[in-house]
């Protein structure tokens, strides 16, 4: 059993910056593979905003390219997203997860509304 435990979530402003933050304990958190980000809206599939895995460089969505960045503390098991230049369509519930071996993992998900 993996747990996650998200922080982070809020209202900002657009062009505001935000970060979110994802740790993951219990007994089997050894050999993660990958951790990262997605979101979700009402009405629309959840989607890949930005993950790393194991010996590969960070993926991003095209819509987040160059003002997300996404780092991974594999001595805390804890994944970070920076968020910057923030839009009203990131508003999104979002969710961390992780992929151990062919295991995936969820978190309950945090609210970021970006308004004005």
């Known amino acids: 059993q993996v747990e996650l435990v998200e922080s982070g979530g809020g209202l900002v402003q657009p062009g505001g910056s935000l970060a979110l933050s994802c740790t993951a304990s219990g007994g089997s958190v050894f050999s993660i593979y990958s951790m990262g980000w997605y979101r979700q809206v009402p009405g629309k599939e959840r989607e890949l905003v930005a993950s790393?895995?194991?010996?590969?460089?960070?993926s991003y969505a095209d819509s987040v390219k160059g003002r997300f960045t996404i780092s991974r503390d594999n001595y805390k098991n804890t994944v970070v997203l920076q968020m910057s230049d923030l839009k009203p369509e990131d508003t999104a519930v979002y969710y961390c997860?992780?992929?151990?071996?062919?295991?995936?993992?969820w978190g309950q998900g945090t609210q970021v509304t970006v308004s004005s």
């Open positions: 790393v895995s194991t010996g590969s460089v960070p």
């Open positions: 997860h992780i992929q151990r071996l062919r295991q995936h993992y």
